[in-house]
């Protein structure tokens, strides 16, 4: 019975996982796929990805020729279709109005959360990025190092199949043969951006996205991914078959109905459902973690949004996994005489130490790219290339004396080539055109379409005091759920860093021969875009080898309740300037398999 109403719920589960994306859907699948009965709790309205997904619709079938509105900021035919920067009845705050001190939260509202719509941008951390104290003596380390991850890292990108290759290059990791899919060949401007980065010391490789590039290996890899499981085999071989490989034709934010590229509602779902051990309850919104009288998490209270009932399920084990900071809320409002301060939050370390990716970006106009023939570059739904950190030597034990001025890196995301025309294409030429009109605004249109170079800076952020949430004394939820409020800060490591993202895409721009509108903002205080708006939010339940200091154990479980876990972003404790979603599901799958052996061993 896959799809549960609160009518048909079993009085009992094994586990209750709440949420249903990155983190959800891999925790559900590891779990169902050793025979598990799971209940998976979703506060979105169910989704079908192959019925949905408004893959083919032109945009000028769309209202207002699918410009971006408040209500979908990334367009009308968006994969998000409930929620976004905000939900509503559902509000948040932040503790001050001051400009840079406020915080973003984009929250999916939807079976399978934000993968239906993300970027599919799937890269490992590297050893550096686990021990980043020990490096540089700022920050924290994890308790877990590469080593520990690397076979999640593996186990994930063979089942969600990951495009990209091995380059050797430092704290880039490799993948071991057979876990990556072949990358996909370089647009033009792709080709002309390595071409120029490469005097000024860039690397651009093949980037690794969540897309089938080609179809799966379904007759090795399950058993690789479930050896001595051969239920969990057939059923994952028959999953990876209904998964088609990318047609390079459509864009990838409004989900693929194919099954080409990673969502949790196209990859980890169907096979954990196959399996009769998930049970799937929509539209229920978790807010409490309840507890048996040893104090161990009993299961959980949410809200029937269908008819606004408070109700409860049962289970030995509980997963928050609804998104770093919303798994954060839970626990702060999982409030009891025995926890005053929230759940699992002795250390009182629940909502500290939030990042977010850090964010900047400069787009050039390169006339070597004008009028070129018309031809197809839509490829892999997203970029086929992009720059990893070049620059470690600099950084390190002596950042102070390498030049830069920061101590961490970040990698550039490219965006180049032809793809569909939107609204948005002919706005803010004028500096090139002077204005035209009819016949000569055609061919102005014509000899300009996909002459842009887009670069974005994705770097990271060293978690800090001054970044947090926490339950807001006031405000409350349509439901009646105290709202998380905000505090931000960004310090000169991020700011600096940047305004060196500004500087190498004007240089790089420059390179290739392009112009800019106007000189890059070289403030780093301007340049920063805003905390959270990068949607690579993490931390607030820090894990760490000592219950005084962190949440979780290494295992992401909580240390104040045995049978309770975070497998979302939550336990992160640093954020690379990798996104983080691989490492998510690596950790994910870790934490489901430490479950997995604990319930066999009947300690749970
Ligand atoms: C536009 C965009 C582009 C992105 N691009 C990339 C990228 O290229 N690479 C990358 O690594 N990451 C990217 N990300 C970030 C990525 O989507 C997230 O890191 C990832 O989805 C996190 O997984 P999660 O399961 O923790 O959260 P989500 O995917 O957000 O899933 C959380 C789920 O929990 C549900 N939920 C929330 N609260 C409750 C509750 N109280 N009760 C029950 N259910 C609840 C939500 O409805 C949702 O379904 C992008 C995000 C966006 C929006
Ligand atoms: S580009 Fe490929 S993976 Fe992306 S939506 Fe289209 S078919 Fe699917």
Redesign the pocket.
């Known amino acids: 019975m896959p799809f549960v109403t609160p009518r048909t719920l079993q009085r009992h589960y094994d586990v209750i996982v ?8 891999q925790t559900a699948y590891t779990l169902a796929m050793e025979g598990v009965k799971v209940l998976m ?4 309205r169910a989704y079908d990805f192959r019925t949905e997904t408004p893959m083919f619709q032109s945009y000028a079938a769309a209202p207002l020729r699918g410009a971006d509105t408040p209500d979908k900021p ?1 367009g009308f035919y968006d994969a ?1 279709v409930d ?1 976004g920067w905000a939900v509503p009845g559902e509000p948040y705050t932040n503790a001050s109005a001051e400009e840079g001190r406020q915080f973003e939260w ?10 239906n ?7 490992r951390n590297g050893p550096y990025d686990f021990k980043p104290f020990s490096r540089d003596g700022l920050g924290f380390d994890w308790p877990i190092g590469y080593e520990d991850l690397a076979p999640y890292y593996d186990k994930v990108e063979m089942l969600i199949g990951v495009y990209g290759s091995n380059e050797g290059l430092e704290n880039t990791p490799d993948s071991p043969e057979g876990c990556l899919l072949p990358p996909p060949a370089a647009r033009v401007g792709e080709r002309l951006l390595a071409r120029h980065g490469a005097k000024l010391g860039l690397p651009v490789v093949p980037i690794h ?1 969540a897309v089938l590039t080609r179809a799966l290996d379904h007759v090795n890899i399950p058993a690789k991914l479930h050896p001595g499981n051969p239920r969990a085999q057939r059923i994952l071989a028959q999953a990876m078959r209904e998964r088609a490989a990318c047609f390079w034709a459509t864009p990838c ?1 409004r989900g693929c109905s194919i099954g080409a590229n990673y969502q ?1 509602p196209s990859v980890h779902l169907p096979p954990a459902l196959a399996t009769g051990q998930l049970d799937i309850l929509c539209n ?4 409490e973690v309840t507890l048996d009288k040893r104090g161990r998490a009993s299961g959980v209270r ?1 809200v029937d949004k269908t008819g606004g009932r408070h109700l409860a399920a049962q289970s030995r084990v509980v997963v928050l ?4 900071c ?2 954060v ?2 626990l702060l409002n999982s409030k009891s005489a025995r926890h005053p301060e929230g759940l699992a939050n002795s250390s009182g370390r629940v909502g500290r130490f939030i990042m977010d990716t850090v964010g900047s970006d400069l787009v050039g106009q390169v006339p070597r790219l004008e009028a070129l023939p018309p031809h197809n570059e839509d490829g892999a739904g ?1 970029a086929h290339v992009y720059t990893p950190w070049w620059l470690y030597g600099r950084q390190g034990a002596r950042w102070a004396e390498g030049g830069l001025g920061f101590a961490r890196g970040y990698h550039i995301e490219i965006g180049v080539g032809r793809r569909m025309p939107n609204m948005g294409t002919p706005f803010g030429l004028e500096w090139l055109t002077q204005g035209s009109y009819g016949a000569r605004f055609k061919q102005d249109m014509r000899r300009y379409y996909g002459s842009f170079v887009y670069l974005a800076g994705r770097g990271e952020m060293i978690p800090n005091e001054h970044s947090r949430c926490e339950l807001d004394p006031k405000a409350k939820d349509r439901f009646g759920i105290p709202v998380l409020r905000f505090h931000w800060q960004w310090s000169p490591h991020e700011t600096r860093q940047a305004a060196h993202m500004k500087r190498t895409f004007a240089e790089l721009i420059g390179a290739m021969g392009g112009r800019l509108k106007e000189g890059p903002e070289l403030d780093g205080a301007k340049a920063i875009a805003p905390g959270g708006s990068i ?4 931390g607030g339940a820090m894990m760490g080898p000592d219950r005084r200091t962190s949440v979780t154990d290494p295992s992401c479980r909580t240390w104040d309740v045995d049978n309770l876990y975070l497998t ?2 939550a336990p992160f404790c640093s954020n690379a300037d ?5 490492t ?1 599901m690596a950790l994910a799958w870790r934490a489901a398999d430490r479950i997995v052996d604990r319930l066999k061993r009947k300690e749970l």
């Open positions: 709440v949420g249903s994306g990155a983190a959800g859907g709790l979703e506060a979105g990334f998000t929620g984009w929250r999916a509202r939807m079976l399978g959360g934000r993968t719509h993300w970027g599919r941008i799937a890269l996205r934010s949790s229920a919104h978790a807010y949410f996994a609804a998104s770093a919303e798994s809320r839970i997203g949607i690579h939010e993490v979302d972003g990798k996104n983080p979603t691989l998510i």
